[in-house]
């Protein structure tokens, strides 16, 4: 069984080996690894290319620079993120410079974090979490 993902680095879509664990994994077009998984900051047009190829959960935080809680959380989220690498793919929306993407998924706070699975929204929770916390949430879609 292969899985689409999309490179954190190119943003091409690979076609890969499904695995529980991976001990080498690139870009067929980049070259670069794609077990690095530390959050993707996005925008708009990235967010969409991983919505619509990734064949693995794309986990969203929406957050801002001057979130007390946003930045409490950060240290976690990338800890969930590394800790997963091509289980998840994790990416980060700076709500002040995606005011539409922040409208669009109708985030009432901050932060925000968003999954999708097969092109769509299944869950999100709001408030800051701890590392263990976000991963046990994911790993509910894996």
């Not at 290319?49 to 950060?74: H, T, Y």
């Not at 590394?82 to 998840?88: D, E, K, T």
């Not at 922040?102 to 769509?120: E, H, M, N, Q």
């Not at 869950?123 to 046990?136: K, L, Q, Y």
């Amino acid at each position: 069984m292969n899985v689409n993902v999309v490179c954190p680095h190119c943003m091409k879509v690979n076609r890969i080996p499904k695995k529980e664990s991976y001990a080498k994994a690139n870009c067929g077009e980049c070259k670069q690894s794609l077990l690095d998984a530390k959050p993707i900051v996005t925008n708009a047009k990235i967010l969409g290319i991983c919505i619509a190829n990734s064949e693995i959960p794309v986990v969203v935080d929406f957050w801002a620079p001057w979130c007390g809680p946003c930045l409490q959380m950060a240290p976690h989220f990338e800890k969930a993120a590394l800790s997963m690498p091509l289980q998840a793919q994790f990416l980060k929306v700076n709500n002040d410079d995606e005011q539409t993407l922040g409208s669009t998924y109708r985030i009432a706070s901050i932060p925000t974090v968003l999954i999708f699975k097969d092109g769509k929204e299944v869950d999100r929770f709001s408030g800051a979490r701890d590392s263990v916390e976000i991963e046990n949430w994911v790993k509910q879609y894996i």
